[in-house]
């Protein structure tokens, strides 16, 4: 889940000296495979990849790569009636800081803090943020300013979207409607869009022997068949345990949204014994690609783990309809966080391992997503220009006797993140046959469920949580 250099900065993620050091890449400013992103997840990442070089606050679906996209204005939208003019309709929040501007009738704003007017959604986000971090170069103009609650680019998807189906029909549309559009859009993900990309991923899951040399003509979103130890006669390096708590909160998270989510990996790596303790998952409330948000979300994940003392031992993704192996790119990004950890010595020497949620696998028919862990085997020194190996890692539960308090607030802030997003799960809906996304969602947790939370329970909780306001 790497992207290149020139498309992303990099960070060290959260975490103690150590392991601060150890990231170059962060989980949030990695590329998620584009099978398993919504479109929504789509526009955002090309907004924040082209911010650089897009004067005019252009940042462009990926479903929209002719110059046609790069047309589209706010006052295209406006007088579609998508948007309206409006005083105090435009918001951006940018570290802790909020800016207001008044939608004017010619798609221009206006700042409403000296009444300066701006031409654009980027040229308005660059000024604002330039004001808070200097060295900022662009704005994001598109994934950063919001319309009445909802970021410009969720419109413009829309806008988009329906214009591909029919260029000559004229758009007579609402708020509610555009978020109709895009509810429908994401949410048939699971079911029927781009079912042929989806057919050729199945298709695509290679064995690492099949691969030779590197080649910038692979696919680097192939999946990659992990490998277990037993196979090449070899015994797993290091033993891993997992909490039942850690698991259940991110198969929750990875259920709650058809884009593909990130995480963090907490725990203790115990060098007597050989043992690396995975004890608590820490959710990324954060866009794949927003890297404006990141470093705040990042932030507080770092904090909390300094505060319960913890150390980062490894990232966890989801795979939203595709299988648990990981990709070349997420082989290429567990092997250069593996790489990191090791430190200087045997004593600063700390394991990381990768998970891979996948909770609505197309060929899979029963209600438990499918989680793997896998750790990467470099290539030998004599085949250097190889690619790294996945190996499969088997893991033990840590049955815990219930859920902390800790957990309980990530599951309530979690649903309240994805809830009004437009790629957030309608569990009432029917997942296959008579099954619900609902129910198959609570079989899910009940797999993970503590002592203490019998299955009826589970069901509680999970009613609680995911019950309309």
């Known amino acids: 889940m790497e992207v290149d250099d020139d498309e992303t900065q990099r960070r060290s993620p959260p975490g103690d000296s150590s392991t601060s050091a150890a990231f170059s890449t962060t989980v949030l400013e990695a590329e998620e495979s584009p099978n398993d992103r919504t479109v929504g997840e789509k526009d955002q990442e090309r907004g924040d990849d082209e911010c650089e070089e897009d004067d005019e606050g252009a940042n462009w679906s990926l479903e929209m790569k002719s110059n046609r996209g790069r ?57 604002c943020k330039k004001l808070v971090n200097p060295d900022k170069k662009s704005g994001c103009g598109w994934a950063s300013v919001k319309y009445k609650g909802k970021k410009l680019d969720v419109y413009k998807s829309a806008y988009l979207q329906i214009h591909n189906k029919s260029a000559a029909e004229k758009i007579q549309t609402t708020n509610e409607d555009i978020e109709t559009v895009a509810t429908t859009d994401l949410d048939n993900t699971l079911e029927e869009s781009n079912g042929k990309e989806r057919k050729e991923l199945r298709k695509t899951v290679l064995k690492h022997s099949t691969l030779g040399n590197r080649s910038s003509e692979r696919d680097p979103n192939t999946l990659i068949e992990c490998t277990p130890f037993c196979a090449l006669g070899k015994i797993q390096p290091f033993t891993v345990t997992i ?134 085997m470099p290539p030998p020194e004599n085949k250097p220009h190889e690619y790294g190996k996945p190996m499969l890692m088997t893991f033990s539960l840590i049955q815990e006797n219930f859920l902390t308090q800790d957990v309980k607030d990530e599951l309530a802030a979690l649903t309240k993140y994805y809830k009004r997003a437009p790629d957030f799960i309608h569990f009432e809906r029917k997942w296959k046959e008579e099954v619900t996304y609902s129910e198959k969602l609570q079989k899910s947790l009940s797999q993970k469920a503590p002592l203490d939370q019998m299955e009826a329970s589970v069901n509680d909780t999970i009613h609680t949580l995911l019950r309309d306001d």
């Not at 009636?81 to 940018?94: C, E, N, S």
């Open 71 to 127: 047309s589209v204005t706010v006052k295209m939208l406006m007088d579609e009636g998508i948007l309206t003019q409006d005083d105090g309709a435009l918001v951006i929040d940018y570290l802790g800081k909020t800016f207001v501007g008044d939608l004017l009738a010619n798609g221009e704003i206006r700042w409403q803090e000296n009444n300066e007017i701006f031409s654009s959604p980027s040229a308005w986000a660059t000024h």
């Open 243 to 376: 909490t039942t708590n850690c698991l259940f909160l991110m198969d929750f998270h990875c259920h709650l949204t058809t884009s593909e989510v990130v995480g963090y990996l907490a725990g203790h790596w115990d060098v007597n014994s050989h043992n690396l303790a995975i004890q608590q998952a820490f959710p990324c409330k954060c866009r794949l690609g927003d890297k404006e948000n990141a470093f705040v979300t990042e932030e507080e994940i770092r904090q909390s783990l300094e505060k319960q003392r913890m150390s980062l031992v490894g990232w966890y993704h989801s795979h939203p309809v595709a299988p648990v192996h990981p990709t070349l790119r997420d082989i290429d990004c567990q092997m250069e966080y593996q790489l990191r950890l090791k430190g200087s010595s045997d004593a600063s020497y700390t394991p990381c391992v990768g998970v891979i949620c996948s909770p609505y696998e197309r060929d899979c028919t029963y209600l438990e997503s499918s989680i793997q862990a896998y750790w990467v």
